[in-house]
Structures are given as structure tokens and as C-alpha cells.
């Protein structure tokens, strides 16, 4: 099927609102983690979901953030009270099983916060 | 801290020429992979080797794997303009993924 679909591609918001962020994954993928990268860096691992099960959620930066996946397809990344340092690229993957670990991965969503 | 350090940091070469990258890393790992990223676009995973492997082909691309070193290299042959790109390791010492800054190839006509 289709590969793993993020949308907005871009957002610009203004210091303080909220945003959210969608991930769609490769259907049948239990599997699904968000990144954030910055310009010129790689990847930053922020969480990871195995079906709607959160088992990981070390890397988000702080309480303003927060991701779901209820019925553990279609997630979701929410960023409240967005500071300019949260302009990033967030990037989605999904795998077809932990240990697999190939992960594929959907072109982002570029953060801009004014 | 990130688990893998590649080098160089940015790389450019004719066409036709070789591109090697290297990785280091830290922590023990089951394998080691590499992804593709090209400017706007997300990663798209390129090979896997496992941590008893030495080395692994995948048409153009050549990735060695030396444990005691903690390091992997990248070898692409014969580059071609599309392969201007940067170029990740990742490895998941623990239950995590986790990626170099990158190497930026730039393949010039």
C-alpha cells in the first residue's frame, strides 16, 4: 500500500498557540515512532508506539508535548504552548515489528514558530 | 548524546567517483543500519548489517562492520548525481533508534 503519510507538510504557527501533527503509517505496521530533527542534524528520537501502547516516550523534551495513537493505526504528536525552539522537521516511521527494526519513514512536517 | 558519530561531516565528488563515509557508535548493538536522506524529503532506509556480520553488498553500495571498533563504513561506487544526499547510521542500543548527525555527499556533474 501507500508509504507513511505526515500532514500538515508545513506549519507555521505563532509562540504560544498549539499544534498537532499527523501520522499515518503503513497500514498493518505496529510499530510507529516520531522525530524530531533539526536543520543539519539527524533524527532525534522523541517516542514510540507499539499498536496504541505508548512504550516510550523518553525522548519528548518536555510536558507541552504529547502522542497518541488510540486505536493504534493514525497517530497523533501535540505540541502545546509552542516555543520558537520547537521549529523543527518532525518526522514520522513505521515498522512492521520491533524487532525488524527497518523503519520507513514519511517526509515530515516542518514546524515554524514566529 | 547521540549513540552515532559520522564522518565527514560533508563530502563532495565528481561523478564517477567513490563516496566512503564512516560511523562510530558507543554502546553494543544486534545491527547497524543506513538511511538516505535527500533535502525536503524523509529517510528511506538503505541497508542493515548485523553485529555478526563483516561486510554486506546492495548493488552500488558496500557497508563493513567492525565490532571491536565500534565503527561502520559506507562505500557507494560509481556515484551519480542522485546520490547527493546525507547519509545516516543508526543503531538501537536499547530500546530506541538513534542517529548520527550525518555525512552531506554532494555529487557534482
Known amino acids: 500500500g501507500a508509504g507513511v503519510s505526515q500532514s500538515p507538510r508545513y506549519k507555521v504557527a505563532k509562540r504560544g498557540q498549539d499544534v498537532a501533527l499527523r501520522c499515518d503509517p503503513i497500514s498493518g505496521h505496529v510499530s510507529l515512532f516520531w522525530y524530531q530533527q533539526a536543520l543539519g542534524q539527524g533524527p532525534e528520537f522523541l517516542t514510540y508506539f507499539q499498536n496504541e501502547a505508548q512504550l516510550d516516550k523518553s525522548g519528548l523534551p518536555s510536558d507541552r508535548f504529547f502522542a497518541e495513537r488510540p486505536e493504534g493505526s493514525v497517530s497523533t504528536l501535540k505540541i502545546q504552548r509552542t516555543q520558537q525552539e520547537d521549529s523543527a522537521v518532525y518526522l514520522c516511521?513505521?515498522?512492521?515489528?520491533?524487532?525488524?527494526?527497518?523503519?520507513?519513514f514519511g517526509a515530515g512536517t516542518r514546524l515554524s514558530v514566529l | 548524546s547521540q549513540q552515532g558519530e559520522e564522518d565527514p561531516q560533508a563530502l563532495s565528488i565528481q561523478e564517477g567517483e567513490n563516496a566512503t563515509m564512516n560511523c562510530s557508535y558507543k554502546?553494543?548493538?544486534?545491527?547497524l543500519q543506513w538511511y538516505r536522506q535527500n533535502s525536503g524529503r524523509g529517510l528511506v532506509h538503505l541497508i542493515l548489517i548485523r553485529s555478526n556480520e563483516r561486510e554486506k553488498h546492495s548493488g552500488r553500495l558496500r557497508v563493513t562492520l567492525d565490532t571491536s571498533k565500534k565503527s561502520s563504513s559506507l562505500l557507494i561506487t560509481a556515484s551519480r548525481a542522485a546520490d547527493t544526499a546525507s547519509y545516516f547510521c543508526a543503531t538501537a542500543p536499547g530500546q530506541n533508534f538513534v542517529f548520527g548527525p550525518g555525512t552531506r555527499l554532494s555529487v557534482l556533474p
Open positions: 554502546t553494543s548493538i544486534n545491527n
Open positions: 516511521a513505521s515498522s512492521w515489528r520491533r524487532m525488524e527494526n527497518i523503519q520507513y
